[in-house]
């Protein structure tokens, strides 16, 4: 490997909600570790990993730069963009107008979802349901409508088209988000998957709230379809929405955007993200960006996709050969594990927030998965040195199952 993705850094006192907020967050964060076991993040979804040479490299070389005022976003940042999306997803004819900044994701869900439906509305999207979902719906007054996805014989995560149209037929839904690669669940879809989900929210004029933020994050050898490639009308449709914060680390440097296709879409989610006037760039995070969507920026995601994948490889193993009674679905995308308890809970009596805090005891802090509609679920972020996925592993057999 020419990037480093073993050692393991002290994280304490560093800013890090990951390993100080453990005991800190009531029915948000685990627990702290008891005495004699060191805390191993596995829970909020960023990675123990540094992030690339190369943004390091562009945010010193800004900061010695002693001036800080303000500044409109550089060519630079559009052609980072531009390129990045091009060579690694294959979006072709981009132009600088279709990007747009975002705060966050989640800021971004919530401008489209103003624009596409009026408060109070029904609003379609899949469980299980990443929690930021839950919350942006909730706090701004817009009813959640859950359409299950369903395991296959292979315990592969599918959408359900028939529950899928009738939800939107029964509810009259006017928009949906859309969750590529799916997180919790780790799904890549497939382009007929994309399809036919797009064939339904075009008969039922559906706008489409895409997020993307996790189409870097590949394992072995999947390919992610941008919703906007999948046909002109997916195009017109859809806001989606994308940021190198999962992929390198930067979630605490704030930076997402937006790229819409459709120019009157466009305009009126670009209206709505103002009226905060607070959807502002931060400089650092502009270069941030730059450093991260270079050349020596992509062969560093592509090395952290391959050590996420073997990560993967090892757990799912471990797990299906450790833990009688516990399913799990070897993601496709993400770093993510969305553990299927139930068996086990069952035949041991226990219920989900016993087992959880079993772990939280020996330092194993993974994450509560019923806030992501999982009854018997545990999310497990596997973004770290393997002798801590190994020594997580070894902790979960001895003294948790």
């Known amino acids: 490997m020419k990037y480093d993705f073993t050692s393991i850094p002290d994280r304490h006192g560093k800013d890090a ?81 279709q990007i747009g900044y975002q705060n966050g994701v989640l800021g971004g869900v919530v401008s489209a979802l103003n624009v596409m439906c009026s408060r109070g509305d029904s609003v379609l999207v899949h469980s299980p349901t990443y929690i930021g979902f839950t919350g942006v719906l909730n706090n701004n007054g817009y009813r959640i409508v859950h359409s299950p996805l369903v395991r296959d014989e292979k315990g ?35 382009r007929e998957e994309l399809e036919q989900a797009f064939a339904l929210f075009r008969k039922y004029d559906v706008g ?50 937006h790229i819409i296709r459709n120019d009157r879409l466009r305009s009126r989610v670009e209206k709505e993200s103002s009226l905060c006037h607070y959807n502002d760039m931060n400089v650092l995070s502009m270069h941030a960006l730059i450093g991260a969507y270079s050349e020596e920026g992509r062969e560093w995601a592509d090395e952290l996709c391959r050590v996420l994948t073997e990560n993967v490889h090892y757990a799912v193993d471990y797990i299906r050969t450790h833990f009688r009674g516990v399913t799990v679905f070897e993601p496709e995308g993400t770093y993510m594990l969305f553990l299927d308890c139930e068996a086990w809970c069952r035949e041991h009596g226990c219920t989900l927030e016993e087992l959880e805090k079993r772990a939280w005891r020996v330092g194993v802090a993974w994450q509560d998965g019923a806030m992501f509609n999982g009854a018997f679920c545990v999310r497990m972020n596997l973004a770290l040195p393997m002798s801590r996925l190994k020594e997580a592993m070894d902790r979960l057999n001895r003294f948790v199952f």
């Open 17 to 97: 909600l990951a390993v100080d907020g453990l005991g800190r967050r009531p029915n948000m964060a685990p627990d702290a570790p008891e005495e004699g076991f060191d805390a191993i993040p596995m829970w909020v979804a960023d990675m123990s990993f540094a992030t690339a040479p190369s943004v390091i490299r562009a945010l010193e070389e800004r900061i010695r730069h002693p001036l800080f005022g303000y500044y409109t976003p550089t060519e630079e940042y559009y052609n980072a963009i531009i390129r990045w999306q091009e060579t690694g997803h294959g979006i072709t004819g981009l132009r600088k107008e």
């Open 156 to 190: 592969v995560w599918r959408m359900d088209y028939e529950d899928m149209e009738r939800r939107l037929q029964e509810n009259r839904i006017h928009a949906a988000i859309f969750c590529s690669p799916h997180n919790p669940c780790g799904r890549v879809w497939e």
């Open 208 to 257: 489409v709230i895409s997020d993307e933020i996790w189409s870097d994050i590949l394992l072995s050898g999947h390919t992610h379809i941008p919703s906007q490639t999948v046909s002109k009308d997916a195009a017109e449709r859809t806001v989606a929405l994308y940021a190198p914060s999962k992929t390198f680390n930067l979630a605490g440097l704030i930076g997402s955007y």
